[in-house]
């Protein structure tokens, strides 16, 4: 058994028990491994522990990974995106998680090779005061959804949001909050967004209990990162 072989196990018991703890199903949370500055070796670990979804902050980082893998995995940019950055995340991810205006998401289209079909794209919701982690205010959350369904090659799929850590199941607990109830206002409004990708390793019991779809988990499952 590899590390992260007994990482994961260790991941899904507790998914397990913060989903029945709120009366969710431990199905209704995926995992998405976020792999920067790990290697590719430790990448194929994950893959043989059975995990087929990685995530990624650095471009030029992720552009080294991705061609020693084939079909098997399923990518997502999760970093801040450049607008010098657009091409490249629109011809090699199948997500990008990190949509904050109309600019990116229409450069993202308009790059996106046709044969890949419709990049999978979630609008990020700054949920704090503190906008270092980037995002937009809840309130503009409605514009920019629609702005990104008129697009041909996007599909809109949700809302993310990084909110400051939090000691307190309590604190972590209200930007959460803030996202589904944003999520379940926008779908009043017409919108169909199916994933809410919040929560990492410190915080992702609080994330699970205010609905989480998606959780962002490096350090849970890989252990520190190196350097």
């Known amino acids: 058994m590899t590390h992260i072989t007994k990482h994961l196990e260790d991941l899904q018991q507790r998914i397990y028990s913060a989903a029945r703890a709120t009366g969710r199903s431990e199905n209704e949370v995926s995992i998405l491994a976020v792999s920067k500055h790990h ?6 670990s994950a893959i043989r522990a059975g995990l087929a979804d990685m995530g990624e902050n650095y471009l030029q980082e992720a552009l080294t990974k991705i061609p020693q893998f084939g079909h098997e995995i399923t990518w997502h940019f ?7 950055k657009t091409s490249e995340i629109a011809q090699n991810f199948h997500w990008a998680h990190t949509i904050d205006n109309e600019r990116i998401a229409r450069r993202l289209s308009e790059q996106r090779p046709t044969h890949l079909g419709p990049l999978n794209v979630c609008i990020q919701i700054c949920t704090d ?29 949700g ?33 169909e967004l199916d994933t809410l990708s919040m929560g990492m390793s410190a915080d992702l019991e609080a994330a699970i ?8 988990i ?9 350097g």
């Open 129 to 157: 005061s503190h906008k270092s982690h980037g995002g937009i205010p809840p309130e503009a959350a409605a514009t920019l959804c629609a702005f990104v369904e008129t697009q041909p090659a996007l599909k809109l799929r």
């Open 218 to 226: 490096g350090t849970a499952l890989f252990g520190p990162r190196p």
């Open 159 to 191: 809302l993310m949001t990084i909110p400051l850590p939090e000691n307190s199941p309590e604190l972590q607990r209200a930007p959460f909050k803030i996202l589904r109830e944003l999520r379940d206002d926008l779908a009043t409004q017409g919108h």
């Open 78 to 84: 999760i970093g801040r995106i450049q607008s010098n």
């Open 209 to 216: 209990a205010e609905g989480s779809t998606m959780i962002r």
């Open 39 to 44: 290697s590719v070796t430790a990448i194929k």
